[in-house]
Structures are given as structure tokens and as C-alpha cells.
């Protein structure tokens, strides 16, 4: 028969180990309780830096083209004339002298190139029907020369009717069938047109300025045989 004292300590002992772990058992980690894991540090990836990347353009500053489009050079141009043709800036440029058989006439007295405007053949700018009109009236007084050029521009006939003597010498030149230097040509700027001389080729300075009247008439030639003949 075993004695119960006995038991009776063992059933203290465990149920004194099952209540009250040792502080050997804690350290360890006994009962769920663990030692926290040391995480590894992760090892820093160093950047490599980028190259530099340069444009052309860091270097040299961006150079706009110097050059003009044909319309602007073409506007430049349109705009020179109209400012010669309005300010009579080459009525200087022409010199009246007498011809003893055409009488006056003009001679440059500077060089011109072909193609260069010459001068204005300034004058009243009347309609056709009033130009012949007053051509009809000017053939009544033999005093009067014929200063009318008649044209016809934008499929209008117009006429410069240059019979008033003035300061313009345009009005002057005179005729050559054979030889003429001049073109006439009619220009427009603001809805205003004009007719003007240009260069038929280089004109040396001391030389007659001479154009083409396109008169054919039997009556032209009968009464000035030099429009013929020059």
C-alpha cells in the first residue's frame, strides 16, 4: 500500500510546473513567447548616375533664317516703286535738251539697268469716251501737241491725257520704232494705277530716252514721217 503523502506531492509538484514556469524556461522561450527575429538589412543599390545628354542648341544659340520668301521680296519691291513713283524721285535723273527735228526731248543723265523704273509719264488719268472727246477738241487749235496715251488695263480703256505742260518730264520722251530704250507698263497700288517707263535694257548716261508710240495711223505718219523713220 503506498502511502498518499507521497502522491499527493508529486500531483503539488506537477500542477506547481504546470503554474509557474521557471525563469530558466522563460528565458528560452518557453510557452509561445519567442525571441524576436533580427531582420537583415537590405543592402543600398547605388545609383549610377545618367550622362548628361546636351543638345546643339546648349552650345550655339538658334539662328532664325536671314532669308526672305519670294512674297516678301516681291512686297519690298512693290513698295520701293510706289514710294519713287509718288515722290517723283528720278525726275532729277533726266535732263530736257531741243532736238531740232522732234524738238524736246529727253536724255538720263545717270546710267539705268534693264528693268529699272525710269520715270512717271504723269498725267490727268481720264476714261476712254472722255479722252477721245477731248482729243477732238484739241485737234481744232494747232497750238497743241498730242500728249495722250491711251491704254488699256484690267479690260478697260483708259487715257494720261499729258497735254498741260508741267514740271514732269516723263511727257517729253520721245518716240523710236526702230531704237527705243523704254517700255511703257501700267502698275496698280491702293486701287490707284499708273503708267510709268521702265528700262528695256542698260541706258548709258548722255543717252536719248526713246519708246515705241505704237501709232501706225496713215495720218500720224503723214504728218510726223520721224515715227516712221526713227
Do not use: Q, W
Given at each position: 500500500?503506498?502511502?498518499?503523502?507521497?502522491?499527493?506531492?508529486?500531483?503539488?509538484?506537477?500542477?506547481?510546473?504546470?503554474?509557474?514556469?521557471?525563469?530558466?524556461?522563460?528565458?528560452?522561450?518557453?510557452?509561445g513567447r519567442q525571441t524576436p527575429a533580427v531582420e537583415t538589412p537590405k543592402p543600398i543599390k547605388k545609383r549610377t548616375p545618367k550622362k548628361a545628354q546636351f543638345r546643339l542648341t546648349d552650345y550655339y544659340g538658334v539662328r532664325k533664317s536671314g532669308r526672305k520668301t519670294v512674297n516678301q521680296l516681291k512686297e519690298e519691291a512693290d513698295r520701293d516703286l510706289y514710294m519713287k513713283i509718288i515722290n517723283h524721285e528720278t525726275e532729277h535723273?533726266?535732263?530736257?535738251?531741243?532736238?531740232?527735228?522732234?524738238?524736246?526731248?529727253?536724255?538720263?543723265?545717270?546710267?539705268?539697268?534693264?528693268?529699272?523704273?525710269?520715270?512717271?509719264?504723269?498725267g490727268n488719268m481720264i476714261p476712254y469716251?472722255?479722252?477721245?472727246?477731248?482729243?477732238?477738241e484739241y485737234k481744232l487749235n494747232d497750238?497743241?501737241?498730242?500728249?495722250?496715251?491711251?491704254f488699256e488695263f484690267h479690260g478697260k480703256k483708259w487715257c494720261v491725257d499729258a497735254t498741260e505742260e508741267t514740271?514732269?518730264?516723263?511727257?517729253?520722251?520721245?518716240?523710236?520704232?526702230?531704237?527705243?530704250?523704254?517700255?511703257?507698263?501700267?502698275?496698280?497700288?491702293?486701287?490707284k494705277h499708273f503708267l510709268i517707263f521702265v528700262a528695256l535694257r542698260d541706258?548709258?548716261?548722255g543717252e536719248e530716252l526713246l519708246y515705241d508710240y505704237g501709232d501706225r495711223s496713215s495720218e500720224a505718219a503723214e504728218?510726223?514721217?520721224w515715227l516712221i523713220n526713227s
Open positions: 500500500m503506498k502511502r498518499g503523502g507521497r502522491k499527493g506531492n508529486k500531483n503539488r509538484s506537477i500542477a506547481r510546473n504546470t503554474t509557474s514556469p521557471l525563469a530558466s524556461d522563460i528565458e528560452n522561450g518557453a510557452f535723273k533726266l535732263d530736257i535738251y531741243i532736238d531740232p527735228v522732234k524738238g524736246r526731248g529727253c536724255r538720263a543723265n545717270i546710267n539705268f539697268h534693264k528693268g529699272d523704273y525710269v520715270v512717271e509719264y504723269k469716251s472722255t479722252a477721245k472727246k477731248t482729243e477732238s497750238d497743241i501737241g498730242s500728249f495722250m496715251y491711251f514740271e514732269f518730264k516723263g511727257r517729253l520722251i520721245n518716240h523710236s520704232l526702230l531704237k527705243p530704250n523704254l517700255k511703257t507698263k501700267v502698275v496698280e497700288f491702293n486701287g541706258i548709258v548716261s504728218d510726223h514721217p
